[in-house]
Protein backbone atom coordinates (compact mmCIF):
# COMPACT_ATOMS: atom_id res chain seq x y z
CA UNK A 1 0.00 0.00 0.00
CA UNK A 2 1.25 3.72 -0.96
CA UNK A 3 0.16 6.76 1.09
CA UNK A 4 0.97 10.04 0.09
CA UNK A 5 0.63 13.48 1.44
CA UNK A 6 0.45 16.60 -0.54
CA UNK A 7 1.85 19.88 0.50
CA UNK A 8 3.55 23.48 -0.63
CA UNK A 9 0.17 24.92 -1.79
CA UNK A 10 -0.93 28.93 -1.09
CA UNK A 11 -2.41 31.58 -2.27
CA UNK A 12 0.15 33.36 -4.59
CA UNK A 13 -0.69 36.53 -7.56
CA UNK A 14 -0.72 35.86 -11.12
CA UNK A 15 2.38 35.47 -12.09
CA UNK A 16 3.77 34.10 -9.20
CA UNK A 17 5.32 30.31 -8.27
CA UNK A 18 5.06 27.73 -6.08
CA UNK A 19 6.93 24.39 -5.65
CA UNK A 20 4.43 21.08 -4.42
CA UNK A 21 5.73 18.41 -2.79
CA UNK A 22 4.11 14.51 -2.44
CA UNK A 23 6.14 12.44 -0.31
CA UNK A 24 4.94 9.09 -0.86
CA UNK A 25 5.63 5.56 1.28
CA UNK A 26 6.00 1.91 0.52
CA UNK A 27 9.41 0.45 -1.47
CA UNK A 28 6.89 0.08 -4.45
CA UNK A 29 7.42 3.88 -5.18
CA UNK A 30 10.40 3.83 -7.20
CA UNK A 31 9.13 1.67 -9.87
CA UNK A 32 5.85 3.77 -10.17
CA UNK A 33 4.99 6.14 -12.91
CA UNK A 34 3.41 9.03 -10.91
CA UNK A 35 1.56 12.08 -11.71
CA UNK A 36 0.24 15.86 -10.15
CA UNK A 37 -3.52 15.85 -10.56
CA UNK A 38 -5.79 18.74 -10.00
CA UNK A 39 -9.55 19.62 -9.34
CA UNK A 40 -11.02 22.98 -9.94
CA UNK A 41 -13.65 24.29 -7.77
CA UNK A 42 -17.55 24.08 -9.14
CA UNK A 43 -19.28 21.07 -8.75
CA UNK A 44 -18.97 17.92 -10.55
CA UNK A 45 -15.34 19.09 -11.50
CA UNK A 46 -12.97 15.86 -12.53
CA UNK A 47 -9.65 15.55 -11.44
CA UNK A 48 -7.89 16.19 -14.17
CA UNK A 49 -3.85 14.79 -15.02
CA UNK A 50 -1.58 17.99 -14.85
CA UNK A 51 2.02 16.15 -15.18
CA UNK A 52 3.36 12.91 -15.65
CA UNK A 53 6.72 11.10 -14.47
CA UNK A 54 8.07 7.59 -15.30
CA UNK A 55 10.12 6.05 -12.88
CA UNK A 56 13.00 6.92 -15.24
CA UNK A 57 12.08 10.41 -15.28
CA UNK A 58 10.43 11.05 -18.65
CA UNK A 59 7.77 13.48 -18.38
CA UNK A 60 4.08 14.43 -19.76
CA UNK A 61 2.51 17.75 -19.87
CA UNK A 62 -1.20 18.85 -20.46
CA UNK A 63 -1.08 21.52 -23.23
CA UNK A 64 -2.04 24.27 -20.78
CA UNK A 65 0.51 23.94 -18.43
CA UNK A 66 3.27 22.97 -20.81
CA UNK A 67 6.26 25.89 -20.42
CA UNK A 68 5.39 27.00 -17.02
CA UNK A 69 5.21 23.74 -15.06
CA UNK A 70 7.66 21.44 -14.16
CA UNK A 71 7.35 17.36 -12.46
CA UNK A 72 10.20 15.74 -10.82
CA UNK A 73 11.09 13.11 -8.79
CA UNK A 74 13.79 12.19 -5.88
CA UNK A 75 13.44 8.11 -5.52
CA UNK A 76 15.52 8.23 -2.67
CA UNK A 77 13.68 10.62 -0.86
CA UNK A 78 10.29 9.09 -2.42
CA UNK A 79 9.01 12.41 -3.17
CA UNK A 80 7.76 13.70 -6.41
CA UNK A 81 7.86 17.67 -7.23
CA UNK A 82 5.93 19.84 -9.49
CA UNK A 83 7.27 23.12 -10.05
CA UNK A 84 4.46 25.73 -11.15
CA UNK A 85 5.61 29.31 -12.06
CA UNK A 86 4.33 32.07 -14.41
CA UNK A 87 1.09 30.73 -12.47
CA UNK A 88 -2.32 31.48 -13.52
CA UNK A 89 -6.01 32.14 -11.74
CA UNK A 90 -7.44 29.34 -13.65
CA UNK A 91 -4.53 27.36 -12.26
CA UNK A 92 -6.77 27.54 -9.18
CA UNK A 93 -7.86 24.01 -8.15
CA UNK A 94 -6.50 21.42 -5.42
CA UNK A 95 -3.99 19.79 -6.32
CA UNK A 96 -3.31 15.66 -5.39
CA UNK A 97 -0.13 13.20 -6.43
CA UNK A 98 -1.09 9.62 -7.58
CA UNK A 99 0.25 6.99 -9.84
CA UNK A 100 -0.44 6.98 -13.46
CA UNK A 101 -1.54 3.47 -13.31
CA UNK A 102 -3.28 1.61 -10.34
CA UNK A 103 -4.26 4.28 -7.93
CA UNK A 104 -4.07 4.28 -4.63
CA UNK A 105 -5.94 6.11 -1.96
CA UNK A 106 -6.00 9.79 -2.51
CA UNK A 107 -4.77 12.18 -0.17
CA UNK A 108 -6.08 15.31 0.74
CA UNK A 109 -4.60 17.12 -1.85
CA UNK A 110 -2.84 20.64 -1.65
CA UNK A 111 -4.90 24.08 -2.17
CA UNK A 112 -3.28 26.53 -4.92
CA UNK A 113 -5.25 29.61 -5.34
CA UNK A 114 -3.83 31.76 -7.56
CA UNK A 115 -5.61 35.84 -7.78
CA UNK A 116 -5.24 38.22 -10.58
Known amino acids: QVQLLESGGGLVQAGGSLRLSCAASGSIFTILPMGWYRQAPGMQRERELV?????????TYVDSVKGRFTISRDNAKKTVYLQMNSLKPEDTAVYYC????????WGQGTQVTVSS
Open 51 to 59: AGITSGGST
Open 98 to 105: NSLGVKYS
